[in-house]
């Protein structure tokens, strides 16, 4: 799908100085919605939830630090929760107002952002509503399936090698899409759709790829998600082998609201392109419950 131009572009600030790259869409007083987007991604991960919402809403998305246009932190200090939840913050202040509502999605690594920020006074003045989308908070290398086999300390270690590897990915080609879809998409997802995840993959600097790898690998976010204590929705495809259902059937036990789980037969680690119908009809659902009792209130 072609990207929708943005209606503006800006960049926040965050608490270690670090510049992220936002960018706006739709109708300035519209209902806000913010997304956060997954390792190795970027703000066109989100090109068809971007394309439908912003007809009726003002759509905010940003570049995590180190992908994108948001550049790489100048060290390895940089490569932290704690910077997924001050990005995050710092993208909230620099686009909402005060007291201003939005709903607020994350996919993998964007819903572990959440779950890191779920006791900054940020995200607790301005998140109305929550999507937890294809992730999980912890322990992501032992339950992944990329590798197969039953879980083991030898599978973790794979697991981790695999994800964590430096070795470049080189151009986009029918192998490499091969590989991608294998790990990261359902069996019966669409070629277009395969082709468009990746080539924002191979676009992800090999530095943020490794950097975040190894957040990721020792991440442990249960108690950040035992503390979002507002309205939380969870969304997973069947058949993700990064974040497998299990890890959503945990935090929709977990989470003091959740408010719905929604799992999608065949469906891989990918929603947001595989399913994006789905995924933005979830969002939907948030913001017209959830943003007009605001408004009301």
Partial sequence: ???????????AVSADGSPVHVETYGPENAPAVVLAHGWTCSIAFWAAQIRSLAADHRVIAYDQRGHGRSPAPAGPSGYAVRALADD???VLAATLAPGEKAVVA???????TLMAAADRPGLRAHAAALLLCSTGPSRLTAEATVIPGRPSARRT?????????????GPVNAVSKKILKYAT???GSAPDR???????VHACPRGARVGWSRVLAGIDLEAGLRALDLPVAVLVGTADRLTPPPHSRAMAAMLPQCVGLLELPGMGHMTPVEAPEAV?????ELTSTYLETEEKA
């Avoid at 270690?157 to 990915?169: E, H, M, W």
């Fill in 1 to 11: 799908m072609t990207p929708l131009p943005p209606s503006r572009e800006l960049t």
């Fill in 88 to 90: 995050l913050e710092a």
């Fill in 106 to 112: 994350g996919h993998s690594m964007g819903g572990m």
């Fill in 157 to 169: 270690r794979l697991t981790r090698g695999v994800l964590g590897a430096r070795a470049p990915f």
């Fill in 185 to 187: 998409m359902g069996p």
């Fill in 194 to 200: 395969v082709d468009a995840c990746a080539r924002i």
């Fill in 280 to 284: 933005t009809a979830r969002i939907r």
